[in-house]
């Protein structure tokens, strides 16, 4: 009897001893965070590991540790733009979403168009276009232009201060009021801020 009392308590302690190390945080790699913003030695923005207008998609891959998916949008009255997306990753224990804005010569996304294979409308009224597999293969040399990273968690006034510091100019949206654009042009970065919908920011070359 005292030796299964043993067994059991032993048992417990191994079970209470596995639970607690599952509760403790594992440690975060390293990475690159929105705030880290360089500007490098040709004027454009190096963020997140990728070097705005140098850096291909390819290398972004790389850097992220994870694939994208690409797609081109268009819409009447606007240029089409190739994207790629990544729904979720995670830096430095920071979920968010990642969207790539690739430089392709606009003779080059006619072509792709005309071996898309599906085109799906999307809420904003743009549509977009699943790209064939050859294509996809040779967009990941394309530059990256512009990126879009929209964290899971929203930025308030407060945090973005103490991030970034003051913005150079804050606007209205006038498509909507409710949304605030606060602008820091020396790290060319847009961030676009309402109470009720997620906080966007947008790094672009100049």
């Known amino acids: 009897m005292r030796m299964i009392r043993s067994f059991l308590i032993g048992l417990f302690l191994t079970i209470v001893g596995i639970a607690a190390l599952m509760l403790i945080p594992s440690k975060q790699l390293e990475a690159p965070m929105p705030w880290e913003v360089t500007i490098m030695p040709d004027g454009n923005r190096h963020v997140f590991g990728i070097h705005l207008g140098t850096s291909n998609y390819g290398e972004a891959q790389q850097q992220l540790r994870q694939y994208g998916k690409t797609a081109i949008f268009t819409q009447e ?3 089409s733009s190739v994207e790629a997306y990544f729904n979720s990753i995670n830096l430095g224990g920071l979920s968010a979403k990642l969207v790539l804005n690739l430089d392709v010569d ?9 071996r898309a294979l599906e085109a799906r409308l999307q809420t904003s009224g743009a549509h977009r276009y699943e790209l064939a597999n050859e294509d996809n293969i040779n967009l990941v040399k ?5 990126i879009t990273y929209i964290p899971t968690v929203r930025l308030n006034a407060d945090k973005v201060r103490y991030r970034f510091g003051p913005a150079d100019s804050i606007v209205k949206d006038a498509d909507n009021p409710a949304t605030e654009i606060w602008h820091y042009d020396t790290i060319g ?3 676009r801020m309402n109470d009720s919908e997620k906080t966007i920011l947008e790094y672009h070359l100049d």
């Not at 394309?142 to 512009?146: G, R, V």
């Open 106 to 114: 606009e003779n080059d996304i006619e072509h792709m168009l005309s």
């Open 189 to 191: 970065l847009t961030i």
């Open 142 to 146: 394309a530059p990256i232009i512009a």
């Open 77 to 79: 009255g606007v240029a």
